[in-house]
């Protein structure tokens, strides 16, 4: 019995977990911790045979978090196409190489039609559309640091092509759904807030509620939302609607993008255009005809780390149809105009002919 005491004692030692091996030998963890942050992450997939420590520490949100901090983060572009009744998803593989690949992802759970899809940090957030020609509540999230899909919370009202934009972190999803009762007509319009996970509604005019919108984007702070006929555009700031310029209306055809506060679209004879709200005039973007072709259609845009990135269905061929991207530095000339320099052109992804493109997303982390 005298002895039971050092016995425990012995046992409990011996029972104690070793400590784990440093991830960096003669570094502590937080300082290696910072420099695995700093490794661009494209190279995470080859850290991860390191060792069980690193691929746990290179897949943890902690690293995401740090690699935010230390603005180490990267942008990537993710494709959405629509092949048969399917939404194919596929992320850029690395930028960094002089051609640009990309890889399929994890199939999302639903395929509603008619979603407004945008990206806020390393999440995709696909919100309403119909399903089986019913509009939907739900918004589904993929968290690109994981490659996994999963429901968020739902909206306050059904929609279907509506649109959506991000200001502070905070999402504005407008039009997509009738005003036929109370409860539609107070959510019109709604903000979610990632950090709650809650909808609020956004208060608005009642003559501004239109259903179907086509086209939106978030310029400076204010929120412009294209309906059939008109738009609507809503001050963020200042909590104020109104509706949008005349010529903006004319002259936005197809999926736009906003760089350096200009909104660039195609127009009707196929040739890129940027719109100046300071002027509230389009202008022709130079320099950039010889090496595009013609966007009438099935083309879409987005900026990619401050450059104009388009995205469009190419050539079809014995293997099927050629998505090509363009990647596109856009200044502003002294005259005023607007010109573009073409930095890449690459076909990027062979798909069954048929097949279209759905959205381009940059997306970082």
Request: net charge positive; charged share 20%.
């Amino acid at each position: 019995m005298a002895n039971q005491p050092a016995d425990n004692a012995t046992n409990s030692a011996t029972s104690a977990s070793p400590c784990p091996p440093p991830l960096i030998t003669n570094l502590p963890d937080d300082v290696s911790h910072q420099i695995l942050a700093r490794v661009p992450r494209f190279h995470y997939p080859y850290l991860s045979l390191v060792s069980k420590s690193w691929r746990f520490t290179v897949n943890s949100p902690e690293i995401f978090r740090t690699r935010s901090l230390l603005r180490t983060t990267q942008v990537s572009l993710y494709l959405s196409l629509r092949i048969g009744s399917t939404f194919n998803w596929y992320s850029e593989q690395n930028p960094q190489n002089s051609k640009r690949t990309v890889v399929p992802l994890p199939y999302i759970p639903q395929n509603p039609v008619g979603s407004s899809v945008l990206a806020v940090g390393p999440k995709i957030y696909v919100i309403g559309g119909s399903i089986n020609d019913i509009p939907s509540y739900n918004i589904w999230v993929f968290d690109c640091r994981f490659n996994k899909w999963e429901m968020g919370p739902k909206m306050k009202v059904a929609r279907e092509f509506s649109v959506a934009g991000e200001w502070n972190g905070k999402i504005y999803v407008v039009g997509g759904c009738n005003v036929d009762n109370w409860v539609r007509s107070i959510n019109w319009a709604e903000v979610f807030d990632p950090k709650t996970e809650s909808w609020a509604a956004v208060p608005c005019a009642i003559e501004l509620r239109d259903k179907w919108m086509h086209a939106g984007a978030m310029i400076g702070s204010k929120f412009y939302a294209m309906a059939d006929r008109g738009g609507v555009v809503y001050d963020v700031t200042r909590g104020e609607w109104g509706n949008v310029p005349k010529r903006l209306d004319l002259g936005w055809r197809g999926r736009a993008a906003v760089v350096d506060n200009v909104l660039y679209c195609y127009d009707y004879m196929g040739k890129i255009r940027g719109y100046d709200v300071e002027e509230d005039v389009w202008k022709e973007l130079r320099g950039v005809d010889k090496g595009l072709p013609k966007f009438l259609c099935s083309s879409t845009m987005v900026n990619l780390n401050g450059k104009l990135c388009v995205v469009w269905e190419g050539e079809k061929n014995g293997k099927g149809m050629d998505i090509m991207c363009a990647e596109i530095e856009v200044k502003r000339d002294v005259d005023g105009g607007l010109s573009g320099t073409i930095l890449r052109l690459d076909v990027i992804l062979v798909v069954p002919k048929g097949a279209s493109i759905s959205h381009c997303l940059a997306v970082e982390f």
